[in-house]
């Protein structure tokens, strides 16, 4: 079969009227036609000094050796834009790597529930800890609050580990293990002091700079713009890597005794799932590289390398070979000095700056026990997340620290066993309520494990904390609840149990939703075994503002659960009971994460 021509044929020049046409031959090859495409090639060729040099892991004044050589650009762009995105669009993009993962870790925001972050969650990943940046500050009603950044975790940083891997872990039911995280030898001074770069890293920056003598050599056999586009990456990122040590420089106001970042480790407990050991760490450090500006710099950072990457293909094809020639020695070169560079420089963040303390609950300040309150309000958000029920189920629930707070303090950090307005609770009197919030069995499952309670997510399935404001005064009263399909009953009513030969109406815990129309079911005791029943708006399953109750009592309340038109997992009004005992219970626990607390219930 005859072969196709790779070259495009050229025209030659015109010779008395008559255009010839010359085309390329074998005998037209020479070493520098191949050397362009080598030379473009090598680009392509991965290097892990390069990527590892780009995350960081030598300081900013690491960044322009990444950039030396032309060869590892691929390297280059991928490290930037893992760099750049959250962890589930690298995980989309399939950039995703376990170099990445070590050196910046991989967690997920707790308070962005995207399609990416839902799928990697529902998968094969399994949360180690969690995650939170707080701080704290004092409410124009003298009372402390926190706002936080929440995260679940897949794996640690590198940096994170150094100090998470030499905790003791608490096991389930006992104690939570507490460490504070408090200076030490290798802590930073504070940053009046601190110079403007160490002199390893001026060091750094000035043997990078011998990249300038290839450019001048390329300036002077080919011109400015070749200089330009082979000397590109490099010049961005040592500008960049001196736009961030001045950024760090110019930082004030950081708490340098005690950082801003609490992790929690552990198996985190489920619905399904009880929680094994834990441990909690308070007042770590944040990791420079998960901050705005370096994501900034990788999302720039892989424009610039991949623009770089185009024109330097362009630009090989368009100079001499004797210049392709000596930019390949350079880029030899570079890579070589980058190898060495990296083999014999150590990780500026390989000491966390931190020793740590154990402390027992009752030794710790308001402003610490708030913050471990912002880390049982991400464990619940977790758990909503991967909740059987749907995290839709649970976007009205307090899963806020100041809000719980607060109605706290309105119902003066006390329990109410009952509604407090005995003249209205007639059996099948309808009556107006308002509730302002309402504390679920996330919550409660997660305030139970991080405090050693006794209660998993199944012992919790139906519980509630319900806030009602009446007469102007808002009271916190345990409750239950549970999550009702009333179009299931349509659907699976045909359904016999073989064994009792009754209707099999009653769908156990940890189900998932059945069927369409899901609804709320509310249950507030009242006295002499009356309960107030409340059922959520259809659709939207909202429960919160002014809502229609019905006065039950127990017979009418236990002829409802036996029949299973509800298609919940309570049989009966003994069934109700025994999870307002928990209720009451879990609600305890919660309310001893609180300093002001009393939690004689009255």
């Not at 030396?68 to 950039?95: D, H, K, N, Q, Y």
């Not at 249950?523 to 503002?545: A, C, H, N, R, Y």
Request: charged share 20%; hydrophobic share 45%.
């Amino acid at each position: 079969m005859r072969r196709l021509a790779l070259t495009a044929p050229v025209l030659g020049r015109a010779d008395s009227g008559n255009h010839t046409v010359t085309s390329a031959t074998p005998s037209s090859f020479s070493p520098g036609n191949g050397m362009v495409e080598i030379a473009a090639l090598t680009t392509l060729v991965g290097s892990s000094s390069a990527e590892i040099l780009m995350f960081g892991t030598r300081g900013s004044a690491g960044l322009p050796w990444a950039a030396m050589s032309a060869f590892g650009a691929l390297s280059i762009v991928r490290a930037c834009i893992s760099g750049a995105s959250p962890a589930w669009l690298s995980e989309t993009l399939g950039i995703r790597g376990p170099l990445g993962d070590s050196i910046l870790g991989m967690a997920l925001n707790l308070d962005k529930d995207t399609r990416g972050a839902s799928k990697l969650r529902r998968g094969a990943l399994e949360a180690v800890g969690i995650a939170c940046k707080t701080t704290i500050f004092e409410s124009q009603h003298k009372r402390l609050e926190a706002t936080s950044t929440r995260e679940d975790v897949y794996q640690f940083n590198r940096n994170a580990l150094v100090i998470l891997d030499a905790l003791s872990l608490s096991s389930a039911g006992s104690p939570p293990r507490i460490y504070i995280c408090v200076p030490s030898k290798f802590t930073p001074r504070p940053y009046q002091t601190i110079p403007f770069a160490r002199p390893s890293e001026w060091v750094m920056w000035a043997c990078s700079s011998i990249k300038l003598v290839e450019l001048s050599v390329l300036w002077h056999l080919d011109g400015l713009s070749s200089a330009v586009v082979f000397g590109l990456p490099w010049a961005y990122f040592f500008l960049a890597s001196m736009a961030l040590q001045v950024a760090s420089f110019l930082e004030k106001g950081e708490d340098r005794t005690l950082g801003p970042v609490d992790y929690l480790i552990g198996r985190i407990p489920l619905a399904q799932r009880e929680g094994r050991e834990r441990a909690i760490l308070l007042g770590a450090r944040i990791n420079t590289q998960q901050g705005t500006l370096w994501r900034a710099m990788w999302a720039l950072g892989a424009l610039v390398e991949f623009t770089s990457t185009i024109l330097a293909y362009v630009q090989l094809n368009q100079i001499a070979n004797s210049t392709v020639y000596v930019w390949v020695v350079f880029q030899i070169l570079w890579l070589g000095t980058r190898i060495v560079f990296h083999h014999f420089t150590s990780n500026w963040n390989e000491f966390p700056c931190r020793a740590t303390l154990e402390k027992p609950w009752a030794g710790l300040d308001a402003r610490l026990k708030l913050r471990i309150l912002e880390l049982v309000m991400s464990v619940a958000k977790y758990q909503s997340h991967l909740h059987p029920r749907g995290d839709y189920s649970y976007r009205f629930d307090l899963l806020s620290s100041t809000q719980l707070q607060s109605l706290f303090f309105l119902s003066r950090y006390r329990l109410t066993r009952e509604f407090p307005l005995r003249g209205q609770m007639i059996p099948g009197k309808q009556i107006k309520i308002e509730v302002v919030g309402v504390v679920g069995d996330t919550l409660f499952s997660s305030a139970s494990w991080i405090k050693g309670g006794e209660y998993n997510g199944l012992d919790l399935f139906d519980c509630c904390l319900v806030f009602l404001l009446v007469n102007n005064k808002t009271y916190a009263i345990p409750s239950v609840r549970a999550l009702s399909g009333k179009a299931a009953t349509l659907v699976f009513s045909y359904l016999e149990d073989t064994e009792s030969g009754e209707n099999a109406k009653f769908v156990p815990k940890g189900a998932s939703n059945y069927g369409w129309g899901i609804n709320w079911y509310f249950w507030i005791p009242g006295q002499d075994g009356l309960w107030i029943e409340m059922v959520s708006e259809d659709e939207t399953m909202k429960f919160l503002g002014l809502r229609q109750g019905v006065v039950l009592n127990e017979t009418s309340l236990h002829a409802k659960l036996k029949s299973g038109e509800l298609m919940i997992s309570l049989t009966g009004v003994k069934d109700v009971k025994q999870t307002l005992e928990i209720s009451r219970n879990a609600s305890k626990i919660l309310l001893d994460f609180f300093p002001q607390s009393k939690s004689q219930a009255h």
